[in-house]
């Protein structure tokens, strides 16, 4: 188990995920990590290491591969087919296929025992999706039927959030939201957190409304936020809430928290991003396996300039060294 590696899904090839790739491969020997490939296309990723000018050298590798293959100072590319003739591209639905096969390629590698778990460099939603109101999350999720099972915990050691809902309209989200979801969330990461990071977490859980009050008869706090925390309590699980979220942010060193809960995306996210900027990963909670990917977009605005964070992909790469995978 020790001495299986973990792979990369290339991602969106249209996006930052081959340049933040080649930084986290240049700066692989400033911190410590498991063996590493990436699944993708030799030849697309032969294309932007010219274009963005990199002096590494890429080594294709396929299925019957073993760890010796990947102790070499060239990077593995564990080769997905893809004609793009260009190095980078308007992103557009046309990489769908090649994206979905790259992501069942870690999928199955898992499965027979060739990787540990996967990070996924970044997706555009919008293309890649259309018209479903879903990520990643719930698409592996489907995949491994475990759907309604999975949980998206974006993660730092000094505080992680976790949304109840996530790609949804915010129209839906009060009438998505039930004790049901609240509990099943909490124990789930609550878990993960004993077996993985040997840690029992403190949690914080927001309300939904503004200062936690509404002016109508029925109450998202009262009639379902609070009798989550009740039961929660009652099992054990180290919680307080509802908080009102305008000041969560403020408090949760003081009071020594260790995941804030929200009740829908942005209530947590926007604000963690600010505090931790690109110090964060996503972590799948759920699944079969470990999935990981970077806390951050394609950016679609910076493709090609060598601007481009590594940071939150070389968090990703650390953290499966840094669990308990027995």
């Not at 999720?141 to 949804?168: D, Q």
């Not at 000041?247 to 060193?253: A, E, R, W």
């Not at 209530?267 to 931790?276: A, E």
Request: with cysteine.
């Amino acid at each position: 188990m020790e001495n299986k590696p973990i792979s990369i899904v290339a991602g969106e090839p249209n996006s930052i995920s081959s340049e933040i790739i080649f930084k986290s491969w240049i700066d692989r020997k400033k911190y410590v990590h498991k063996p590493f490939f990436i699944i993708g296309s030799f030849n697309l990723l032969s294309l932007q290491k010219k274009k963005l000018k990199y002096k590494i050298k890429l080594k294709k590798i396929g299925i019957n591969f073993n760890i010796k293959d990947l102790d070499s100072n060239e990077l593995p590319i564990y080769n997905v087919d893809y004609d793009q003739k260009k190095p980078f591209e308007k992103i557009s639905s046309k990489s769908n296929k090649y994206i979905f096969k790259c992501i069942d390629e870690a999928i199955n590698l898992i499965k027979i025992k060739k990787s540990l778990g996967f990070i996924n460099c970044p997706v555009a939603k919008e293309s890649l999706f259309k018209k479903k109101h879903q990520g990643i999350t719930e698409y592996l999720a489907n995949k491994s039927k475990k759907k309604g099972n999975e949980v998206m915990l974006i993660y730092n050691k000094e505080l992680s959030v976790s949304p109840i809902t996530t790609h949804i309209p915010l129209k839906h989200v009060s009438s998505r939201i039930n004790q049901k979801q609240i509990i099943k969330n909490i124990n789930v990461i609550n878990e993960f957190y004993k077996k993985y990071l040997k840690k029992k977490p403190k949690f914080a859980v927001l309300g939904l409304n503004p200062h936690n009050f509404s002016s109508s008869k029925y109450s998202e706090e009262k009639y379902i936020i609070k009798k989550a925390i009740t039961k929660l309590k009652r099992n054990k699980i180290k919680i307080d809430g509802p908080v009102a979220s305008d000041s969560s942010f403020t408090i949760y060193k003081k009071y020594k928290f260790d995941v804030m809960i929200g009740m829908y995306h942005d209530q947590v996210l926007t604000p963690f991003k600010t505090i931790f900027n690109f110090n964060a990963i996503n972590i799948t909670l759920g699944l079969p396996y470990i999935r990981i990917s970077p806390d951050h977009g394609v950016g679609a605005n910076i493709v090609g300039k060598k601007t481009a964070n590594q940071k939150s992909l070389i968090e990703s790469i650390k953290f499966f060294n840094n669990i308990n995978l027995k």
